[in-house]
């Protein structure tokens, strides 16, 4: 039963506002985020948000990002650890050193101007919240530990990582954003919270780390019901594990780089590593079929997943024990991973665990160009004995991971490096505007990484790859994790860049990464970007028997180009790039999944029956759809036409 008193306060609340809407209409401004609202339920103000570490306006933890130094032109990464102080206390290795090479590289490579700088907008007007007042009323003010209609948490929960959302939040605004954020501290407030929505009609989006790349958390200006973000950060618990039948009982809403810090507790670890582990969750990498750069021992994480629970309109879905296999017809997980919040809410999950590794170690390869190394890449995949990881970057990746090279304060260093690149240059014959790296992470017992690296190093030595030590391994995954930080850098440079990935059979792993190059060059000539300012390049990331995944890194130097266009320029050029992609074998995803961004290449992925069964099984469990955010699939013709004539 709820109380006249919270009935009353929830009132008031909503009456404050919509006064406020009419009065200011509809750029409401809420009012900085640091400030104490009546608006603000919070029954465990001790808990941090997001608004408490992260980057309002762009990636990552808000007190990390590259700064530039005019005086001497060099770069570095600010940046403090919030969580385990290693011991200098920076967040990242390399952090806080400065880069004395990027500048110069990034001028001749891409035709960066340091001397022109875009300041991004200081704050974001928005519409008021909309409100449906049985809603709240029904929800009442106890049991979810806290409730928000602050402007920017709001905001926060209302976009991911896309180019096109970081322009916005950095030039412009969001026609709509959700109206509350919610959070659940239990499975059972989930139930609540879905319930009531069917009930009074409004409109709910499951949130993780909000680091997906497409556009899956927009929402369309059309909707006019109340939208609730259920802000998952709250169940982050680790419920129980099991080493006897290596499982866990994990809570979605955890950060992947919390779950792997408390699994060690245990003496276990999960394995599933994207590079975005920092931020996303269990419930996001469900959602969108996820893989981690350590895939070849862990799996990705369908391979992983052994149960979930799944709160639907209909209900909640799980399996009814932890089976390790079962043959009872199609396996409903697989309707649960990849649904992208179209069909309800990730609670928890089952997980297969393992043992912390005996042994971990890094280490690097050389080879003469990139069409060398992914003939290399191919043999390996035909052995099975892999690392962890290994990953193939192409000459122009290569040669931007070297422009990321820290100062040097030791002259025998400099010596030492001297004496490397001549033999490299030199000796080997290397040509530097051809050679391409293999990053390789061993991980496993001892005899088991000793077996990988003598299979690796032996492939390597019959295509001329040349071992590049353990110290360039270590490196390369450790810049995994700053590289994220460099398109904010960059877009404050009148640069824009974004990634996709796809994977495809290893006959068509040359001519895809070839062909698109190609594509992306031509594309950007008949827009008036010439090619000296553009950026392409190519990573070979996932191995299988059958194929490989495969990172296309994109983006340009606009100059003069109006601010407001760009994006949209971008996107046609992305599209183009997506259409020869799958013109040579690339599939819609592979592991990023499709969102807003690539519905429209849907129909080229599947059959006309396939897409009208996904459309049914969204019918069918959610027939108000109350999960209204839209990924994936067109509800209907006309919104697919509406989208892509609304692009153009």
Same mark, same amino acid.
């Given at each position: 039963?709820?109380?006249?008193k919270?009935?009353?306060?929830?009132?008031?609340?909503?009456?404050?506002?919509?006064?406020?809407?009419?009065?200011?209409?509809?750029?409401?401004?809420?009012?900085d985020e640091?400030q104490?609202?009546?608006?603000?339920l919070?029954?465990?103000p001790?808990?941090?948000?997001k608004?408490?570490?992260?980057?309002k306006?762009?990636?990552?933890?808000?007190?990390?990002?590259?700064?530039?130094?005019?005086?001497?032109?060099?770069?570095?990464?600010?940046?403090?650890?919030?969580?385990?102080?290693?011991?200098?206390?920076?967040?990242?290795?390399?952090?806080?050193?400065?880069?004395?090479?990027?500048?110069?590289?990034?001028?001749?490579?891409?035709?960066?101007?340091?001397?022109?700088k875009?300041?991004?907008?200081?704050?974001?007007?928005?519409?008021?919240?909309?409100?449906?007042h049985?809603?709240?009323?029904?929800?009442?003010?106890?049991?979810?530990s806290?409730?928000?209609?602050?402007?920017?948490?709001?905001?926060?929960?209302?976009?991911?990582?896309?180019?096109?959302?970081?322009?916005?939040l950095?030039?412009?605004?969001?026609?709509?954003?959700?109206?509350?954020?919610?959070?659940?501290?239990?499975?059972?407030?989930?139930?609540?919270?879905?319930?009531?929505?069917?009930?009074?009609?409004?409109?709910?989006?499951?949130?993780?780390?909000?680091?997906?790349?497409?556009?899956?958390?927009?929402?369309?200006p059309?909707?006019?019901?109340? $939208?609730?973000?259920? #802000?998952?950060? %709250?169940?982050? @618990?680790?419920?129980w *594990?099991?080493?006897?039948?290596?499982?866990?009982? /994990?809570?979605?809403? $955890?950060?992947?780089? #919390?779950?792997? %810090?408390?699994? @060690?507790?245990?003496? *276990?670890?999960?394995?599933?590593?994207?590079?975005? /582990?920092?931020?996303?969750?269990?419930?996001?990498?469900i959602?969108?079929r996820?893989?981690?750069?350590?895939?070849?021992?862990?799996?990705?994480?369908?391979? /992983?997943?052994?149960?979930?629970?799944?709160?639907?309109?209909?209900?909640?879905?799980?399996?009814?024990?932890?089976?390790?296999?079962?043959?009872?017809?199609?396996?409903?997980?697989?309707?649960?991973m990849?649904?992208?919040?179209?069909?309800?809410?990730?609670?928890?999950?089952?997980?297969?665990?393992?043992k912390?590794?005996?042994?971990?170690?890094?280490?690097?390869?050389?080879?003469?160009?990139?069409?060398?190394?992914?003939r290399?890449?191919?043999?390996?995949?035909?052995?099975?004995?892999?690392?962890?990881?290994?990953?193939?970057?192409?000459?122009?990746?290569?040669?931007?991971?070297?422009?990321?090279?820290?100062?040097?304060?030791?002259?025998?260093?400099?010596?030492?490096d001297?004496?490397?690149?001549?033999?490299?240059l030199?000796?080997?014959?290397?040509?530097?505007?051809?050679?391409?790296?293999?990053?390789?992470?061993?991980?496993?017992?001892k005899?088991?990484?000793?077996?990988?690296?003598?299979?690796?190093?032996?492939?390597?030595?019959k295509?001329?790859?040349?071992?590049?030590?353990?110290?360039?391994?270590?490196?390369?995954?450790?810049?995994?994790?700053m590289?994220?930080?460099?398109?904010?850098f960059?877009?404050?440079?009148?640069?824009?860049?974004?990634?996709?990935?796809t994977?495809?059979?290893?006959?068509?792993?040359?001519?895809?990464?070839?062909?698109?190059k190609?594509?992306?060059?031509?594309?950007?000539?008949?827009?008036?970007?010439?090619?000296?300012?553009?950026?392409?390049?190519?990573?070979?990331t996932?191995?299988?028997?059958?194929?490989?995944?495969?990172?296309?890194?994109?983006?340009?130097?606009?100059?003069?180009?109006?601010?407001?266009?760009?994006?949209?320029?971008?996107?046609?050029?992305?599209?183009?790039?997506?259409?020869?992609?799958?013109?040579?074998?690339?599939?819609?995803?592979?592991?990023?999944?499709?969102?807003?961004?690539?519905k429209?290449?849907?129909?080229?992925?599947?059959p006309?029956?396939?897409?009208?069964?996904?459309?049914?099984?969204?019918?069918?469990?959610?027939?108000?759809?109350?999960?209204?955010?839209?990924?994936t699939?067109?509800?209907?013709?006309?919104?697919?036409?509406?989208?892509?004539?609304?692009?153009?």
């Amino acid at each position: 039963m709820i109380s006249t008193k919270a009935v009353q306060r929830l009132s008031t609340i909503s009456n404050h506002f919509c006064a406020q809407q009419s009065k200011q209409g509809s750029q409401v401004l809420i009012g900085d985020e640091t400030q104490k609202y009546p608006e603000i339920l919070d029954h465990k103000p001790h808990l941090k948000i997001k608004l408490d570490y992260a980057n309002k306006q762009g990636w990552g933890y808000a007190d990390t990002e590259y700064i530039h130094d005019e005086a001497t032109g060099y770069l570095k990464l600010t940046g403090i650890s919030l969580f385990e102080q290693n011991e200098i206390g920076y967040r990242y290795q390399y952090s806080e050193r400065w880069m004395p090479h990027f500048k110069i590289w990034a001028i001749n490579t891409v035709g960066i101007d340091l001397n022109k700088k875009t300041e991004k907008q200081k704050d974001m007007q928005v519409h008021g919240p909309h409100f449906n007042h049985e809603f709240l009323a029904d929800l009442g003010d106890q049991g979810f530990s806290r409730r928000s209609f602050l402007k920017w948490e709001r905001i926060m929960h209302s976009h991911g990582e896309s180019l096109k959302e970081v322009y916005a939040l950095r030039h412009g605004t969001f026609e709509r954003v959700v109206d509350v954020v919610i959070y659940p501290d239990t499975h059972e407030q989930c139930e609540k919270l879905v319930q009531l929505a069917n009930k009074h009609n409004v409109v709910l989006v499951p949130f993780g780390g909000g680091t997906n790349v497409t556009n899956s958390l927009l929402l369309s200006p059309k909707e006019k019901r109340m $939208i609730v973000s259920v #802000d998952m950060s %709250r169940l982050n @618990k680790i419920k129980w *594990v099991d080493k006897v039948n290596n499982t866990a009982c /994990i809570e979605a809403g $955890i950060i992947g780089a #919390d779950l792997e %810090r408390e699994l @060690k507790n245990y003496g *276990v670890v999960l394995g599933h590593e994207p590079d975005s /582990i920092e931020f996303s969750t269990l419930g996001g990498w469900i959602s969108t079929r996820a893989s981690g750069m350590k895939k070849n021992v862990y799996g990705n994480i369908e391979d /992983i997943v052994q149960n979930v629970k799944f709160v639907t309109s209909k209900g909640t879905y799980t399996k009814l024990s932890d089976w390790p296999r079962i043959s009872n017809g199609p396996d409903l997980n697989h309707i649960v991973m990849g649904h992208e919040g179209n069909f309800g809410i990730v609670t928890e999950a089952i997980l297969r665990i393992r043992k912390i590794p005996e042994v971990k170690r890094y280490g690097s390869i050389i080879f003469p160009d990139f069409e060398i190394g992914v003939r290399f890449m191919d043999e390996m995949s035909r052995t099975r004995l892999w690392p962890a990881s290994i990953r193939l970057v192409d000459n122009l990746q290569f040669q931007f991971s070297q422009a990321l090279k820290i100062k040097n304060d030791s002259r025998s260093q400099d010596y030492i490096d001297a004496i490397k690149k001549f033999y490299v240059l030199n000796i080997k014959g290397f040509d530097p505007n051809r050679m391409c790296a293999c990053t390789l992470a061993f991980e496993g017992g001892k005899d088991e990484v000793a077996a990988q690296e003598k299979n690796v190093y032996k492939i390597a030595k019959k295509y001329k790859g040349m071992i590049a030590g353990e110290e360039n391994g270590i490196r390369g995954y450790s810049l995994t994790f700053m590289i994220a930080y460099i398109r904010d850098f960059a877009c404050t440079y009148s640069f824009v860049a974004e990634s996709m990935e796809t994977s495809c059979p290893w006959s068509k792993v040359g001519s895809l990464c070839q062909n698109t190059k190609e594509r992306l060059f031509s594309a950007c000539r008949a827009r008036g970007i010439p090619q000296n300012k553009i950026f392409a390049s190519f990573r070979v990331t996932q191995l299988y028997e059958t194929g490989a995944a495969v990172y296309i890194y994109f983006g340009f130097s606009y100059g003069d180009m109006d601010v407001n266009k760009v994006v949209a320029l971008y996107e046609d050029v992305e599209n183009e790039a997506r259409e020869e992609i799958m013109k040579n074998g690339g599939s819609i995803s592979h592991h990023h999944g499709i969102g807003k961004i690539r519905k429209r290449f849907a129909d080229k992925t599947l059959p006309p029956m396939a897409l009208q069964f996904m459309q049914d099984i969204k019918e069918s469990l959610d027939p108000k759809n109350v999960f209204g955010i839209n990924n994936t699939l067109y509800r209907s013709e006309e919104e697919r036409r509406e989208d892509i004539e609304g692009h153009h």
